[in-house]
């Protein structure tokens, strides 16, 4: 069993950066892919940016490349997700979610566990 919490979200204006973080508990956060998903008001959940358990892979959607940054510290038991030049089409809820072995999956059915999410409003 893994429980996830993520923090970090908040209300920042166009052009700003957000720096999300994912708490895991548990002993065995190094063998868990991580990912980042989000969900705006009215619209279905969408991948944002994953890391395989390894650290070797990392995904990202292709809306988000060069923006977003996905990092994992195995010490900390913590993924990051580092979000510049932010836009109001950001705006979301953010969660973070773990696959046991995973290579980095962008669909949410490879996922096991899932956190509650955090808000990230970006305003214009």
């Known amino acids: 069993q893994v429980q996830l919490v993520e923090s970090g979200g908040g209300l920042v204006q166009a052009g700003g950066s957000l720096r999300l973080s994912c708490a895991a508990s548990?002993?065995?956060?190094?063998?868990?892919?991580m990912g980042w998903f989000r969900q705006a008001p009215g619209k279905e959940r969408e991948f944002v940016a994953a890391?395989?358990?390894?650290?070797?892979?990392?995904n990202y959607a292709d809306s988000v490349k060069g923006r977003f940054t996905i990092s994992r510290d195995n010490a900390k038991n913590t993924v990051y997700l580092q979000m510049n030049g932010l836009k109001p089409e950001d705006t979301a809820v953010y969660s973070c979610?773990?696959?046991?072995?995973?290579?980095?999956?962008?669909?949410?059915?490879?996922?096991?566990?899932w956190g509650q999410g955090t808000q990230v409003t970006v305003s214009s």
């Open positions: 890391i395989a358990w390894s650290g070797a892979t990392r």
């Open positions: 979610a773990a696959d046991l072995y995973g290579l980095g999956y962008n669909l949410p059915d490879k996922y096991d566990y």
């Open positions: 548990g002993r065995t956060f190094s063998r868990y892919a």
